[in-house]
């Protein structure tokens, strides 16, 4: 089953653009990619998700390579709240049903 | 309001003490899943359900029960909890089965510590 790898934590400037990676090299053609985050120890908290095309909410963007082998999480203007760990997550490949979240990337967003 | 409860939101218990942690939705979501979350091992995924009485395996079953026999209720059962069963838990739901792009709502958590 596809699982991810993210950098374990980035720094990002308040009102600039953070920039999260994800690379899911073993993805395969019908999963999708999801991305959470989860501040302090809340419940994660969905943020958006996309197959092959460039996706944008009132959240985020998240643009996934033509490969599909990575992907990237842009928040446009990082505020203090956006601290938190985000977590990059393709569907189980053989049922849909599972999910795999792994160690995500801690965000901290500096004054 | 739509949302997904755990009680109780702490506890803790002694080894070999049998106990439930409950989870209830009350979206009328069809999946329900129960995740840990430990120190430098993320979030994983200990048993899910895609509707009443189907239940599956996840990444770290071991040690942990569930039963669905109710669509809004999905417990965790310990039955004889053991200190590295001290963790982070969460329940989460979705409306389907995870075939589409539904995404999960997850709970306010449960701390449990084992002694």
Request: net charge positive; hydrophobic share 25%.
């Amino acid at each position: 089953d596809a699982k991810t790898t993210q950098p374990p934590s980035m720094d990002c400037a308040e009102g600039r653009a953070a920039n999260l990676p994800c690379n899911h090299s073993t993805i395969s053609g019908n999963e999708y990619v999801y991305w959470y985050r989860q501040i302090h120890s809340q419940g994660p908290q969905y943020i958006i998700h996309g197959l092959k095309n460039n996706e944008t909410n009132e959240m985020a963007s998240l643009i996934i390579t033509e490969d599909r082998k990575s992907s990237t999480l842009i928040l446009p203007h990082a505020t203090l709240r956006d601290t938190a760990v985000y977590y990059c997550i393709v569907r189980g490949r053989i049922t849909g049903n599972q999910f795999y979240f792994g160690t995500g990337t801690s965000l901290t967003v500096i004054p | 309001e739509a949302q997904v409860t755990q009680n109780p939101r702490y506890l803790i218990t002694v080894t070999g003490k049998k106990l439930t942690v409950t989870c209830s939705q009350n979206m009328n979501h069809e999946y329900m899943s129960w995740y840990r979350q430990d120190p430098g091992l993320g979030l994983r995924q200990i048993y899910y359900s895609m509707n009443v009485e189907v239940t599956d395996k996840g990444d770290v079953p071991e040690g942990y029960k569930v039963s669905r026999k109710e669509k809004r209720n999905f417990p965790l059962i310990l039955e004889s909890p053991s200190p590295n069963q001290t963790s982070l838990y969460f329940c989460a739901s979705s409306s389907s089965s995870g075939r589409t792009t539904d995404t999960q709502y997850f709970g306010p958590g449960t701390r449990l510590t084992v002694l």
